[in-house]
């Protein structure tokens, strides 16, 4: 019984990945070079368009499917993520893979920063209440230093080089919840059908045997990392739960009264 309980809470199988992990995983060499660059892409692409998702929502119907926390969390996740993995590929002597994910966090952050901007100037008052523009500010400064701040000590603490362990919480987080988020605001207006189906395909990508995570490392595969696909499987229930949410909230107007058409 002491070696079943030891083997899931008290034996950590090796300390995580290294950067040659990822060296060799993206190498053409690789016999699984192909497999594995189709897995990262789909998992990239999976993020953007969530994100796009996002800016499309609070343009056409004023407000976001992410609330300020996601966010600010997001904003520090991608904006720590264009130095970390700069440094990264400097220090493997200059791996693609590493240079391309620089530059699409780059992008990634020009997102969070849009949607942050929109937090202040458009739905202010459904979040703070009767709040000034530079009260708003403030907050949003206050939630962005304090993400920015934890993300950075627990990426040491996690000894984490490429932020691979903390990446694999904002697929976490994502299919958690937008879904609560919807359910607590009681309204479909700024959720979506179609962002509930691309967030349940993103989060079962995520944890899928062959997930980007364990086509790098062995690390991150269900022998050596159990809690891994536990929070796996706890993600794609709630990201699952997001299509009851949607179903027990009133339907969309097809056009709000700003003239503009709703998202399904």
């Known amino acids: 019984m002491w070696n079943f309980v030891n083997g899931i809470f008290a034996t950590y199988h090796g300390t995580g ?26 998992t ?41 993995f ?19 966090e780059v992008v990634w952050t020009l997102f969070e920063v849009y949607n942050l901007i929109k937090c202040v100037y458009v739905e202010r008052q459904e979040i703070w209440g009767d709040i000034t523009t530079k009260e708003a500010w403030q907050r949003v400064f206050g939630w962005v230093v304090v993400m920015i701040g934890t993300v950075n000590l627990f990426r040491i603490f996690m000894n984490d080089p ?6 694999i919480f904002t697929n976490i987080l ?4 937008p879904g609560l988020y919807w359910e607590k605001r009681g309204t479909r207006i700024g959720a979506s059908w179609g962002l509930a189906i691309v967030i349940l395909i993103g989060t079962v990508n995520s944890f899928l ?28 229930f709630f990201a699952c739960r997001a299509f009851w949410v949607l179903k027990k ?14 998202i399904w």
């Open 44 to 84: 990239f692409a999976i993020g953007f368009i969530e994100y796009i998702y996002s800016f499309i929502l609070i343009n056409r119907e004023g407000s976001s499917p992410y609330n300020i926390m996601m966010h600010s969390y997001y904003f520090a996740i991608d904006s720590m993520g264009i130095f970390v």
């Open 86 to 104: 700069a440094t990264a590929s400097h220090a493997v002597g200059g791996l693609w893979v590493f240079t391309f994910a620089s530059l699409a």
């Open 249 to 262: 909230l009133p339907p969309k107007p097809k056009t709000l009264s700003n003239g503009k058409k709703t």
């Open 209 to 236: 045997p062959t997930n980007m995570w364990a086509s790098v490392s062995p690390y991150f595969t269900f022998a050596d990392n159990p809690w891994f696909y536990v929070i796996g499987v706890i993600s794609i």
């Open 17 to 42: 990945y290294s950067l040659q992990d990822f060296v060799t995983a993206f190498d053409p060499a690789n016999p699984n070079f192909i497999k594995v660059l189709l897995v990262a892409g789909l």
């Open 162 to 167: 490429a932020m691979f362990k903390w990446y």
């Open 174 to 177: 994502m299919g958690i919840m």
